[in-house]
């Protein structure tokens, strides 16, 4: 933990996900299935190419992802989230459901959030256990 403001739990939080970019990356990852550079760097967001390969080294060190070379194209990564980042599943629920009550969200979103509530521990157990197996798969290569 360098150069760290303090070891505040809130704090430390911050100093990994406290920018614009770092939670959607793991969204896209976590419940749209991105796992190559191209396909979040084509987000509704808009994020720069800088700026994400920025924020993916940032995930990898903090180990919240890992990146892998693509068995059918060596030449690109497959980015997948670690068990750190799996964990991360339950928060990005909440923050996704705190928007939809306070913020303006689209109406398919809004539905999409909302099955995710509806489906309860159960869900997110299973959303979890399959992004867990992937995780498996690509560390074995």
Known sequence: ?????SYCPMNQALEVFGDKWTLLI???IMFDRKRYFREMLNSDEKIASNILTNR???????GILIKTKDAHHKQK????????G??????MIEIA???TKHREVSEK????VGELIAGG??????????????LELVSKK
């Open 56 to 62: 993916l080294t940032k995930l990898e060190e903090f």
């Open 109 to 112: 979103d809004r539905i999409h």
């Open 121 to 134: 521990q159960k869900l997110q157990d299973k959303m979890q256990d399959a992004l867990k197996k992937e």
């Open 1 to 5: 933990m360098k150069n760290c403001k």
């Open 86 to 91: 799996i964990d991360l599943m339950p928060v």
């Open 97 to 99: 459901n705190w928007s």
């Open 26 to 28: 793991i969204r896209d």
């Open 77 to 84: 990564n497959v980015y997948s989230l670690t068990e750190r």
